[in-house]
């Protein structure tokens, strides 16, 4: 009833046997938990626990888990029995079965009707038929932390997201498709009468969203759905669900190493466009990610295959801030400014945005040596049957201090490290182009690390979408860059660059021919993103704006 998912991956040299034996474990200590969640009796009536199939499994466990204290499962939404009153028959084009899941759709979309306007281009009609469920248990004893209190802040986080462009959408300040790539989040619960029920007398902490230590016991939480069911935190067993997501790029990328590939330049390119314009929203909304890695990267399913979706935020924290930022991250792709400085920063999201657009081209980053990866490998070296991959590896401190300031001193690794890129290109003339292009991308990140270190979080946060401000030129610099690398029919004007402009002309000058990659808009979310409010009428229409054909 509950059936494993394994996570695959290059292939290691592991004992069969052993891997099974820790797929059981893991089955076994679902189990428990699962018994302990169906206490609340709420939960059957939300989720199918009863499977209509004898063998068909109620649930999918995910084998790779974000941390020890948590489990990620896929799960099916209670369907209506429609053969049982006219009452609950609901059109095809509907596919959303519970009051929880409706109204909540119904907050953000104004409508019950499915599919709605919002989520129309970017999610597939269906994607309530199944859901993400994140589940975290902590043991009852004084060795947990309040840092390992997550999920609570992570629903808070994604709540305040949606409400903030719930706001904005109410107010015409924003497209309907702006949280293109936020999951949507349904509901939280925290589990009471449980072994893991909070003792009285013992005061337990959390991290709220803006990194202050608050007690548990004195957090209340009101559900997006109805103001009565709010209740305090009761107990140390909560879960959350949200709209389900398809693979990561960690999961991506460990396919394709396995098979000594990687992205070439202009898929990189389309990716690291969409991520630079999920975090233009996301820090609009004074939210600051901190742990920007391939893992929190998702595509999403469905119509939704092509859209990149920012996931996973245990680490992310509203500005402004209080105190230092949460102390855990990935090694590998933390921001060198935010250990150095011992701060948090919406910069320090784009410095590990770049990090993961070199690691997609190149399979590797300069610093992989110091972690003990190779050039042909994503994983460090684990134990038999532990899938532990490098994306994973969290730290309170980086190990690649060193190496990550050397890079940002000078060029050179980064022009040495650009000569084995795929660029798509036969001609030396359109590879050294695509190579300017890199460069130019790390130069103009590197800029913003510099000027908008020293701006507030709160005027940073209130800048992104002002024309001509640092913050904006953060995002809009290097997408301008990307957008010259690519053959389009129309462009908006928000992401044509006069420099660039220049060099493209100067490059036909050399060659008639325009042998730049086309961009497909069937095949890749292109984010026509507009810094200027009033544009928003301008921009609803996609259809209109077609690449031309290759």
């Not at 596919?95 to 919002?118: A, G």
């Not at 001193?409 to 695509?434: C, G, H, P």
Request: hydrophobic content about 40%; charged content about 25%.
């Amino acid at each position: 009833m509950y059936r494993p998912v394994s996570s695959i991956g290059p292939q290691t040299s592991v004992d069969p046997m052993e891997v099974m034996e820790t797929l059981v474990a893991m089955e076994q200590r679902f189990r428990q938990v699962f018994q302990q969640i169906l206490i609340d009796t709420d939960f059957p009536l939300k989720y199918d626990v009863a499977s209509n199939e004898a063998d068909g499994p109620l649930f999918f466990v995910l084998t790779k888990q974000p941390t020890s204290l948590t489990y990620v499962i896929e799960a099916l939404p209670v369907v209506f029995d429609q053969s049982a009153s006219k009452a609950h028959v609901k059109r095809v084009e509907e596919l959303t079965y519970h009051p929880v899941f409706e109204d909540v759709i119904e907050r953000y979309t104004k409508t019950r009707r499915k599919p709605n306007p919002v989520i129309l281009e970017t999610r597939s009609a269906d994607f309530c038929y199944m859901v993400t469920i994140k589940i975290e248990v902590l043991p009852l004893d004084r060795s947990v932390r309040a840092v390992n209190f997550t999920l609570l802040r992570e629903y808070q986080i994604l709540l305040h997201i949606w409400e903030s462009y719930r706001s904005d959408l109410n107010a015409n300040k924003c497209n309907s498709d702006q949280l293109i790539g936020f999951p949507m989040p349904f509901e939280f619960r925290n589990i009471e009468g449980t072994k893991y029920d909070l003792p009285h007398g013992h005061s337990w902490e959390y991290y709220s969203p803006f990194g202050k230590l608050e007690s548990l016991q004195r957090v209340s939480l009101t559900s997006i759905t109805s103001s009565k069911d709010s209740r305090p935190i009761k107990s140390t067993l909560s879960y959350m669900s949200i709209e389900k997501v398809g693979p990561s790029l960690s999961y991506l990328m460990d396919l394709m190493l396995s098979q000594r590939k990687f992205f070439n330049i202009s898929s990189a390119l389309k990716v690291y466009d969409q991520l630079i314009c999920r975090l233009l929203v996301m820090h609009k909304y004074s939210v600051i990610h901190g742990d920007i890695n391939p893992s929190a990267l998702c595509f999403g399913t469905g119509e939704a295959v092509n859209v990149l979706y920012l996931n996973n935020f245990e680490a992310a924290l509203l500005a402004p801030t209080f105190g230092l930022p949460l102390p855990f991250f990935h090694d590998r792709f933390v921001s060198y400014s935010r250990v150095k400085d011992k701060s948090v920063h919406f910069v320090h999201d784009l410095e590990s945005a770049f990090y993961v657009f070199l690691y997609l081209m190149l399979g590797r980053l300069p610093w992989d040596s110091r972690l003990g990866v190779s050039e042909t490998e994503s994983s460090t070296v684990a134990p038999v049957g532990v899938d532990i991959s490098v994306n994973d590896i969290r730290s309170e401190k980086s190990r690649t201090m060193e190496e990550k300031e050397k890079f940002w001193q000078s060029s050179n690794q980064l022009l040495w490290m650009v000569k084995s890129i795929d660029t798509e290109f036969r001609d030396s003339m359109y590879r050294n182009f695509a190579s300017d292009i890199v460069e130019a991308i790390y130069a103009r990140v590197k800029e913003s690390m510099s000027t908008c270190q020293s701006l507030s979080q709160s005027a940073y946060s209130k800048s992104v979408f002002i024309t001509g401000t640092a913050p904006y030129n953060a995002y809009f610099g290097v997408r301008k860059i990307i957008a010259s690398f690519f053959r389009f029919e129309s462009r908006s004007n928000a992401l044509k660059d006069p420099v660039w402009s220049a060099k493209t002309d100067m490059l036909f000058k050399e060659d008639a021919n325009d042998r730049r990659i086309a961009w497909d808009l069937s095949s890749w979310c292109w984010n026509y993103l507009d810094a200027d409010a009033n544009s928003v009428k301008r921009q609803s229409s996609r259809k209109s704006q077609i690449v031309v054909s290759s």
